[in-house]
């Protein structure tokens, strides 16, 4: 097998995975609804960052020690569901402050602001807020990084320097992940029509809550009972 056969199956592999409905399409839609492109695509940069930081813990077998100790994964495992738990809380108790979508047309129509996710949309925040978002909520999934433990040795040509291969892999996914997440912040921009009113981006942010407390509280129960590799 050549690298480049092992990048294009790879890629059979990653694009179902990449498209899949989950947890990183729903954040940055909903950072696109309620805070504007610039935020979304922050959001989006930071989540392949922690992406990328897993394949290269992957690449160097630092994700092997996380998938032999039952305690370590558990714990890291524990540590996701609180901070989603958390997100969610935040996200559905900022619906209901007064005057966090002040800055929000009353209707459709209008632009997006560059409001930060639970904060008042009325000041200007930096993007990085955003970017670590993405990021924290990517690294504190251990399941990405037992992915890459799973895969990429099914992907290394010989005669290849494993580490370098690795990184190419991980490389090869953060640049599809986030082609993927730039489709769907772009439909969102082109959907602003509809989706730029107080009322969407309040439902947005109620639902998003919801289920990032639903699977916080999934996530921590699983862990908690034993289940936490079955998720």
Known sequence: MTVLEAMLLFALVAIPLTVMPGLDSALVLRTAVVSGRRHAYATALGINAGVLAWGVAAAVGATA?????????????LAGAAYLAWLGGRMLWS????GRYDALP???GGALPDALPGAAPVVERSAWRSFALGATTNLLNPKVGVFYLATIPQFLPDGVPHLLMGLLLAVEHDVLGLAWLALLINAAGLAKRWLSGRAI???TDRVTGVVLLALGGRIGWNALTGQARAI
Do not use: H, K
């Not at 032999?68 to 495992?77: C, F, G, H, Q």
């Not at 619906?95 to 007064?98: E, H, I, N, T």
């Open 106 to 108: 009353d209707g459709a």
């Open 201 to 203: 981006a309040r439902v």
């Open 95 to 98: 619906s209901f402050r007064a």
């Open 65 to 77: 020690v996380l998938a032999a100790s039952e305690t370590a994964y558990r714990a890291l495992t």
